[in-house]
């Protein structure tokens, strides 16, 4: 069995996100070789600064879909092969927003990426524009075993912007994911850049370790230079998006700021 620590073997990990620009059948598409182009600048960015993962998402798909069409799962596919292919000693991943993990692990399985995220996976929610999301971690852990064994799946729980339908303290929903499969739990603040209060970082680790296994938390949200050393010491790693971001291109400055203290926090 593939575990966090055996593609992320550094403390704190960090995997910083690629906003793709849209994809095919949305406004404002630029055309396959440029959202690649755009997803390798990215890359030589935070592989620079020896960022741990990359995650690479299609953000700016406007309004997003719940389900991915085939010409967004083909975009994807061919974009994340060619950050795959880079190999700039840096770990790939994937994730089809809003929420289509099982499109996301056909991704993987085609590309050679190693990991997904899964905006929802035990958590009854609903969102507004979007109602009720589909649960079936049994279901998807069987759906990843057969085409794409190996793919992490780092799991959101109570994620941003969704009510919960069946409300639970967040060590339960962290819990249950653990035991469901989730290769890492995630925990995000109320909105994008927003930061998770320390307390629910410390709820999920609980909520972990009670489900008897041994899983990071990672902050989804909200992480920056400033807060880093705070909220890592309370968790196991991040994914950071937009606090990387300029402009809507991954920035070289903030990546090496943030790097910069997540260096001082692994050395002490």
Same mark, same amino acid.
């Not at 994809?23 to 600064?49: S, T």
């Given at each position: 069995?593939?575990?966090?620590?055996?593609?992320?073997?550094?403390?704190?990990?960090?995997?910083?996100?690629?906003?793709?620009?849209?994809?095919?059948?949305?406004?404002?598409?630029?055309?396959?070789?440029?959202?690649?182009?755009?997803?390798?600048?990215?890359?030589?960015?935070?592989?620079?600064?020896?960022?741990?993962?990359?995650?690479?998402?299609?953000?700016?798909?406007?309004?997003?879909?719940?389900?991915?069409?085939?010409?967004?799962?083909?975009?994807?596919?061919?974009?994340?092969?060619?950050?795959?292919? !880079?190999?700039?000693?840096? &770990?790939? @991943?994937?994730?089809?927003?809003?929420?289509?993990?099982?499109?996301? *692990? $056909?991704? %993987? /399985?085609?590309?050679?990426?190693?990991?997904?995220?899964?905006?929802?996976?035990?958590?009854?929610?609903?969102?507004?524009?979007?109602?009720?999301?589909?649960?079936?971690?049994?279901?998807?852990?069987?759906?990843?075993?057969?085409?794409?064994?190996?793919?992490?799946?780092?799991?959101?729980?109570?994620?941003?912007?969704?009510?919960?339908?069946?409300?639970?303290?967040?060590?339960?929903?962290?819990?249950?994911?653990?035991?469901?499969? !989730?290769?890492?739990?995630? &925990?995000? @603040?109320?909105?994008?850049?927003?930061?998770?209060?320390?307390?629910? *970082? $410390?709820? %999920? /680790?609980?909520?972990?370790?009670?489900?008897?296994?041994?899983?990071?938390?990672?902050?989804?949200?909200?992480?920056?230079?400033?807060?880093?050393?705070?909220?890592?010491?309370?968790?196991?790693?991040?994914?950071?998006?937009?606090?990387?971001?300029?402009?809507?291109?991954?920035?070289?400055?903030?990546?090496?700021?943030?790097?910069?203290?997540?260096?001082?926090?692994?050395?002490?």
């Amino acid at each position: 069995m593939i575990r966090f620590v055996d593609i992320f073997p550094s403390p704190k990990a960090i995997i910083g996100v690629v906003h793709l620009p849209p994809l095919p059948g949305f406004d404002g598409h630029p055309g396959i070789p440029a959202l690649v182009a755009h997803a390798l600048a990215d890359l030589d960015v935070l592989a620079g600064e020896a960022v741990d993962g990359v995650l690479v998402e299609n953000e700016y798909d406007r309004p997003h879909q719940v389900t991915a069409s085939p010409e967004a799962i083909a975009a994807m596919t061919e974009i994340t092969r060619s950050v795959v292919s !880079a190999r700039r000693n840096i &770990v790939a @991943g994937c994730e089809i927003l809003l929420n289509d993990p099982r499109a996301s *692990l $056909q991704v %993987a /399985a085609a590309s050679g990426a190693r990991f997904i995220r899964s905006d929802y996976f035990v958590d009854r929610m609903s969102r507004p524009g979007y109602g009720e999301f589909h649960i079936d971690p049994e279901g998807l852990i069987r759906h990843r075993n057969r085409i794409a064994a190996g793919v992490l799946i780092l799991a959101d729980i109570q994620v941003k912007y969704a009510s919960m339908l069946e409300p639970r303290p967040l060590a339960e929903s962290a819990r249950l994911a653990s035991l469901c499969g !989730a290769d890492a739990v995630v &925990v995000t @603040g109320s909105a994008t850049g927003d930061a998770p209060r320390l307390d629910h *970082l $410390q709820e %999920a /680790a609980t909520g972990v370790a009670a489900s008897g296994n041994h899983i990071p938390v990672l902050i989804g949200s909200g992480l920056t230079a400033a807060n880093a050393r705070k909220l890592l010491d309370a968790c196991d790693g991040a994914i950071v998006g937009t606090a990387l971001m300029r402009n809507g291109k991954v920035d070289a400055h903030a990546t090496a700021a943030l790097m910069s203290e997540v260096r001082k926090l692994r050395a002490s």
